[in-house]
């Protein structure tokens, strides 16, 4: 009697041990599924454009405040048509204003990786600008309950410069080449002057099981038509405006 109670205690052992290890494997498999799943979404940008600003603030800004951020890997990408000289300067569209406020926003990315708290500051700083106030910019950190520490270490050490330099870098690489910004990017793929309608791009190119709330509600269609004849609001390199 005693042998069969071992004997049954053993095999629910190992049971259970199965359970357990396939249940972890399913909730792992679901999660990659989800990750696999979803829509890259990437800005290339200038932080004192005020067309960019007006994206982030007014229209990017939707990604988190539906569930679209569940679907969503997006990348903020602060260099946009800044042009580096022979001697290794930079000129930047929007004055020596912009190149600080462009490393200030590549600092935080870096430090603070994750999109929903590096969001929240260049969200801040952007929407300064959009009312005249972007010298403000350090009121963004006890805005936003950051500790300026790390980004001013980030800023004057030289790491916010070579964090720069990659994104200058990687904007060169694009193919095709950025023509403006913002410069709004699906799966790789430009929007080019229909970049406000991106939310319609990642319903469209999202192949996940869990369509969210905000895919549901009716966004706008993909027009071809409205792509070739609209006049988008962009800063090109050429106008510097």
């Not at 982030?56 to 990408?77: C, Q, Y």
């Not at 106030?133 to 001013?152: K, V």
């Not at 800023?155 to 916010?160: E, F, P, Q, S």
């Not at 369509?211 to 090109?236: D, L």
């Amino acid at each position: 009697m005693g042998s069969q109670k071992q004997v049954c205690g053993f095999i629910l052992t190992w049971f259970l041990i199965i359970w357990c290890v396939c249940e972890a494997k399913v909730s792992l498999s679901s999660t990659n599924d989800n990750e696999e799943d979803k829509v890259n979404l990437s800005l290339y940008y200038e932080s004192l454009c005020p067309y960019c600003a007006s994206f982030i603030v007014n229209e990017l800004v939707k990604v988190f405040k539906t569930d679209l951020i569940s679907i969503v890997n997006l990348r903020l990408v602060p260099w946009g048509n800044t042009q580096i000289s022979p001697n290794n300067t930079w000129i930047c569209q929007h004055g020596i204003d912009e190149c600080q406020l462009d490393v200030a926003e590549a600092c935080a990315i870096r430090l603070w990786p994750s999109v929903e708290t590096h969001f929240k500051f260049i969200y801040c700083i952007e929407r300064l600008h959009l009312m005249n106030r972007h010298t403000e910019w350090q009121t963004c950190f006890g805005a936003a309950g950051f500790n300026p520490t790390a980004l001013r270490n980030c800023y004057i050490n030289g790491l916010g410069y070579q964090i720069e330099i990659e994104y200058a870098d990687e904007t060169a690489r694009l193919n095709p080449p950025h023509r403006f910004v913002p410069w709004v990017l699906v799966n790789n793929q430009p929007l080019q002057e229909d970049y406000q309608n991106f939310i319609a791009y990642i319903c469209r190119a999202y192949r996940g099981q869990k369509m969210p709330q905000a895919c549901k509600s009716g966004y706008p269609e993909i027009n071809s038509f409205k792509i070739a004849t609209s006049s988008p609001q962009v800063c090109t390199a050429s106008t510097g405006k």
